[in-house]
């Protein structure tokens, strides 16, 4: 009699939790389900309007992703050497140097006493060019230099004085570089204006010549404004890929950014957390065991997704994509990985982890049963107690 009142108050107690749970959906859970994300795309609550593209990770998709051409410095503005001579531009300061074939003349003293044949030559003081990209030189006037190279201005020069000095030449230096500089700010030891040298400088030699970027190689980005159009790009590229470090042109913009990439993990991993990249290039398998792994009590192997938003030009190539989602510049991604095949291990390997990407791992059908018994016995345990003392009493 006592035995089968006890499993009469087990029953009780296992259909209260189950109708409490049905009614109110508020199973204790750390995420959505495999089947939950299968779902929400082949049986969206909206008919034909899927929240996001659902992808395996098996060979094909590695492959169109393997493709997948990101924005890169080279690709945006080309790697084009400046010219072999700058021309002057306005806020320059240019220092003129005038000689004569003979003394006696404009720009030269006569030699008291007798004739030296020799010739004399007259310093200008530094000028900076004005906005309307002229400077003065004496006998000559206004002249016009801004636009034009050292060698332009020289032979302007001697134009304007023939006639007027004894067989003039004249000889142009930039004293001052403003207009030939780029700008470098940011995570730099020393944030300046940079003048280009006449060779051409790459975007390392300017940043070398900043005084280096201070923080770690991987966590070091630089983007580089050029008009109205930017790109940024990570400091590791440029080092690994030398076609990134292009060449920097006048009146460029480069500013040095510290931003460690990072990677969200949740769900039934060994540490839900944002982790960091320890260096630049992390695969699935690796961002993995930086989470602790699957747990064994938890984990359902065929539930791993990683979440991320990918162009539509890339999402396009995958197949049973929704057309709704293509529409947006950015659609949003569930790769799925079934970590039962053994072939998973290698395809975890392939594919890259990338800087805000969520690393998910859905628990498995077992796991929410045993949070289902411990329930009922948390439940049903005070009922069996007072059953027990009731029976003592009596």
């Known amino acids: ?195 280009l040298s006449q ?17 770690p190689v991987h966590e070091t980005y630089v983007t580089l404004t050029r008009g109205n159009r930017s790109a940024r790009a990570p400091i590791q590229a440029l080092l690994t890929n030398p076609r990134e470090d292009i060449y920097v042109r006048p009146g460029d913009i480069l500013t040095i950014e510290r931003t460690p990439p990072t990677f969200t993990v949740a769900g039934a991993t060994g540490q839900n957390s944002v982790l960091t990249f320890d260096a630049r290039g992390l695969s699935l398998e690796e961002a993995i065991g930086k989470a602790g792994g699957l747990m064994d009590s938890r984990a359902d192997p065929d539930g791993v997704f990683i979440l991320r938003y990918e162009p539509s030009s890339v999402v396009r190539e995958f197949p049973n994509v929704a057309p709704n989602l293509l529409k947006a510049q950015q659609v949003p991604v569930a790769y799925h990985l079934n970590m039962r095949d053994p072939s998973a291990m290698f395809a975890a390997r392939r594919f890259a982890i990338r800087d805000k990407d969520i690393v998910y791992v859905s628990n498995a059908a077992i796991a929410e049963i045993g949070k289902l018994m411990q329930l009922v016995q948390m439940m049903s345990q005070p009922a069996i107690q007072g059953a027990l003392v009731s029976r003592y009493l009596n």
């Open 199 to 215: 060779r051409g400088d790459r975007i390392m030699d300017v940043i070398a010549a900043a005084g280096g970027y201070r923080s």
């Open 1 to 195: 009699m006592k035995t089968t009142h006890l499993i009469r108050l087990k029953r009780l107690a296992v259909f209260a939790v189950a109708a409490i749970l049905g009614g109110c959906g508020m199973f204790p859970a750390s995420g959505p389900s495999r089947d939950a994300f299968v779902k929400s795309v082949y049986s969206p609550a909206e008919e034909g309007q899927p929240p996001f593209a659902f992808v395996e990770i098996n060979s094909f998709s590695l492959d169109v992703l393997a493709r997948r051409a990101p924005p890169t410095l080279h690709g945006l503005f080309g790697d084009y050497r400046p010219p072999v001579s700058p021309v002057i531009g306005v806020g320059d300061a240019i220092q003129i140097t005038v000689w004569e074939a003979a003394g006696g003349g404009l720009f030269s003293a006569a030699d008291a006493g007798h004739v030296n044949p020799g010739s004399r030559a007259s310093s200008i003081p530094n000028q900076i060019v004005a906005r309307d990209g002229s400077v003065t030189v004496p006998y000559a006037g206004r002249i016009q230099v801004g636009g034009k190279t050292q060698q332009q201005v020289e032979a302007a020069i001697v134009e304007r004085l023939r006639g007027k000095a004894i067989e003039p030449q004249a000889l142009v230096t930039v004293a001052q570089n403003v207009s030939n500089t780029a700008t470098v700010t940011g995570e730099v030891a020393n944030g300046a204006r940079v003048p």
